[in-house]
């Protein structure tokens, strides 16, 4: 990895913690799949983008509703459950 990319990655999870307001260290709990029947969805706010088929990490389980996770892209932000499928 490059001094620019790693430069890029701090960044990234800098803003992560600032948005999210997540202390600790960002450790991947399990990854997960977007089910491939769902319809795609853009992201919005603190939502991330959907797209069928993806796998995603998760980094927290926050409620019985949604899962903070991260995409192949480094982004961060809220999934539903409804739409997330075990590995």
């Known amino acids: 990895m490059t001094l620019k990319e790693c430069k890029k990655e701090e960044k990234a999870d800098r803003e992560f913690r600032k948005k999210f307001k997540f202390e600790g260290s960002i450790n991947v709990l399990t990854q997960m799949m977007v089910d491939p029947a769902v319809t795609e969805k853009r992201g919005g706010g603190k939502n991330l983008p959907l797209r069928r ?35």
């Open 53 to 87: 088929g993806e796998i995603l990490d998760v980094v927290q389980f926050t409620n019985q509703e949604q899962i903070l996770c991260r995409n192949s892209q480094r982004r961060y932000g809220y999934v539903p459950r409804a739409v997330m499928l075990h590995l």
